[in-house]
């Protein structure tokens, strides 16, 4: 089940929303309704619960959830709660398993159906918000987002038997199965078409899923010369006669399995070549049976393949053991062992009489004996790969053997990830020699770029760099960096070479990394995960007593050893002379990977606890003497408390920010500040307020700018941070323009901001002006309005912000609705998209916005009542928002509507209050049409 996290409880459970990838599957039985009207009631029920059992259980075995049944159709997925690094692909092995199943299911019931029942089946991965949503008891789990959207459209889209899978999760999954382009699928409500790839089966033999072959790059094996030598140190003394036991222990992707194909590459072209024998084991991460290790040995050294028969596999073995020369008998009681072990039918019913010890006792003397066989004939190297996924009982069978055999030429080659205690293996009578693989040092990462591309000319320096630093030496990342580089269109192949298509490109965080990344979050018991979240919030590097204050004293010394000894965390080296108050220092620790912290802190739900958090990190800032730090999370406070509706608090909180950095020089930060300031205001209403705050706001941005272009930064992060900062001033000051109805002026302004924004990679910045944009040209030409919206909408869900996606749709639909003038279906549809992903993020304060939106198309299409449901929600969001631009627009919809219905009283009504919001606030009439969708 895949809520099991390691003390058993759901880790993920009851921690609010989070944001991850998942791979979707919808499947659905096409007929069902007709069927129910033909069958017996009680033959539909049980039928059902045939299907869903068919359908549960096929997710399950792949550690999927069962989000839900509607109908007759399911949807499930794979990532969440509980994320693996291959959830793509066993989405993919579920959705085969159920087609499979479903010719059991027609053998069973084909009589009294008549025809046989077909499943249609949709496939995506993106990213969701996932978690309990909603604060109503007994809420489930859900996830939510445009990925489900798709999937269910991709399903819609498939025949009878049909697997359909999207672009992104067949891009995921091709090294493993086999697909057929179907083209590009037009939906409804998507405006670009869909790719889609219909699923044929799983490839017999995969091809690797990791390295850049199939894009013709392939890198040299770099650095690692320290760790090849010591392999080859170990080999030697095993054929002295001396039995060896070496552990590669590294995180995923940092190359364990490259190490030691090199090593085997190695011995091939030296004197031993032929002389040794080479068996290899790998285990799965989909679970291994009982002695799965031993089984994959016996496999590889037979030549016994997954679809032999009982008989060929029987007489693979039999052939295999007798040339060992064991001599009959002894090979009849191996055969019969082993034959159990690879679960060969005949032996299988002949050894389940034996009580368990006696079978443990069988099955270890075989393989003893066998291995004793094959070592009188040459030295033996046996192979186990991700030992972290076998089972307990091959670890026994391993040290049982190495204890019996300590003096042979035997050596055994484990690789696994730090999350497994090797001691189990570990046997004191053989030579153990553990390797930790660390990252790649920066310069060797450089080098395997360059293998990898050749010149670094052809591969820009900022992009080099940024791959080079966000991969953290790990070369797993940096393959998949490029990876996502290639799939996206930003590196493409020219000629013998490669160019890059932008100049400010995109390195954002592959699915795949993400997949890894959060399936080692998710296995971490409750207590250490809120941890190591919370850990994220305060940064890539904290201070123990100050994650204390967090976290109280879960955060214990024991805890975060036990963290380190998995390699999530790294202490950091003590008394580093300079650096803050020395003496009330406590210990240091330090995320082992930037990427990691990254992914956690996204991950962190920041809903229910963060203020509480937030003030206690703001306690240790001042206990610190932090004045920037003090800033910073006062600045967090002062947003976490305005989305909580409390404007004085926030407001006070940006107040002590400022108060903090009075007299210093922290330009970025005051102009994040007086920002937030100057958006509050405006959401209030206060324009002249909010002017002034943008302009200074400004002023300290662009004063930051001037000093990052002058300072010789290693990073740029500090001209990024500046750039932010004034592309958000300009935002915020074509929005007070708006307000004093000089449109013009606004758009300028805002222009400006999105191209800050788009020459520094600022996505986010990018989508918030686009936003603003796609409602200030829909008065004046609403085609481009359009086309900016979707542009938006587009980049908003590539990087996957709900929250902006929603705006985007809002915005949208009053383009739509300002094209057509008469509110057409497609604003609808984006107008009720938007309602949608409010309701379900929560977001009330925006909700009321569509909702807006909707009781004027409503009203538009003659639709009186249900355009009065929509404008009464609003303005009941409204009156608790108590925003003047949230408010006209609901009582003076309102108004009109109640005048068209015929209730002159209550259109007076709400007409008056119409007006003196508008007094009150000192509104622009040309402002009114727009001011509810900028931010
Ligand atoms: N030193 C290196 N030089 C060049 N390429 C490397 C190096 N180390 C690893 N790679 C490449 O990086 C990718 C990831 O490495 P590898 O698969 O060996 O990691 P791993 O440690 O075995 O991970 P896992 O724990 O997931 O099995 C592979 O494509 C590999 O070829
Ligand atoms: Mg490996």
Known sequence: MPRAADDGAPASEGAGADRRPVTVLFADLS????????????????????????????????????????????????????????????????ALAMRERMAALNGRWAGRLGRSLALHTGIHTGPVV??????????????????????????????????????????????????????????????????????????????????????????????????????????QRMLSGRTQVVSLIGEAGVGKSRLQAEFLTKLEAGEHSGKIAVRRANSSSLGEKTYGVLASLLQEAYGV????????????????????????????????????????????????????????????????????????????????????WADPASLELLRFLVDRLPDRRLMLLLAYRPTVDAAIVVSSRATHTSIRLEPLSPKDSDALLASLFGPVERCPERLHTLIVERAGGNPFYLEEMVRNLIANGVLVRDGGGW?????????????????????????????????????????ASFDQRLLRMVSGDQASEALLEALTDIELLAEEPQGRSGEGPAPAAGRRYRFTHALVQEVAYENSSERATALEHYEAVLAGCTSTGDLCGQARVNRKLGTLYWAAGDRERALGCFRAGLNVLRGQREHIELAHLYQEMGRLAFRSGDNNRAMEWAERALAQAEHAGRESATAVSETGEETREAAAAVAHAYNTLGVALARLGKMDEAVAHIERSVAVAEKADLLQAVCRGFANLGVLYSTLNPGRAIETCARGLELAKKIGDLAFQSRLYANLAVAYCALTNRCDEKGLCAAQAAVDLDRRLGQLDHLAVPLIVLGQIYQCHGEPERALTHYREALTIAEEVGEPQLLFPCYDGLATLCLEMGDDQQAEHHLLKAQAVCERAGLEPDALAVLPFLD
């Open 31 to 94: 007929g069902f309704t007709a069927l129910s009207e033909r069958l017996d009631p009680e033959d539909i029920r049980v039928l059902q619960g045939d299907l869903f059992q068919l359908m549960a259980s096929a997710v399950e075995r792949y550690e999927g959830f069962v989000e839900k049944f509607v109908g007759d159709a399911m949807m499930a997925i794979f990532g969440a709660p509980v994320a693996h690094e291959d959830d793509p692909e066993r989405a993919l092995r579920a």
């Open 130 to 235: 996932a978690g309990t949503l909603g604060s109503t008891p007994g809420a489930a789990y859900a996830v939510t987002g445009d990925t489900v959207n798709t999937a269910s459209r991709l399903q819609a889209a498939a025949g009878a038997g049909e697997i359909l899978a999207s672009r992104v999760t067949y891009r995921l999954t091709q090294h493993a199965f086999e697909f057929e382009a179907v083209g590009d699928l037009s939906m409804k409500g998507k405006a670009a078409p869909v790719a889609a790839y219909r699923l044929v089966g799983a490839l017999a033999i995969p091809r690797p899923a990791r390295g850049l072959e199939a894009h013709g790059l392939v890198a040299r094996l770099v650095g690692r010369d320290e760790e090849l030598g010591q392999l080859i140190a170990a080999f």
């Open 305 to 388: 393949a997954p679809d032999d028969s009982l008989e060929a596999a029987r007489r693979k073995l039999e052939s295999g053991l007798e040339a060992l020369d064991v001599g009959a008998e002894e090979t009849a009681r191996i055969a019969a062992v082993l034959g159990y072990v690879l679960g060969l039918g005949q032996e299988e019913t002949r050894m389940r009489h034996l009580e368990p010890e006696q079978l443990k006792r069988q099955i270890f003397l075989a393989a003893r004996a066998l291995i004793e066989a094959r070592l009188e004939a040459s030295p033996l190297l046996l192979i186990v790969e991700d030992l972290h």
């Open 499 to 539: 160019t890059c298509t932008a100049d400010a490109a995109i390195v954002d965080v592959p699915v795949t990394i993400r997949g890894v990344i959060l399936s080692r979050l998710d296995r971490l018991a409750a207590v250490p995960r809120r941890v190591i979240q919370e850990a994220a919030v305060i940064g």
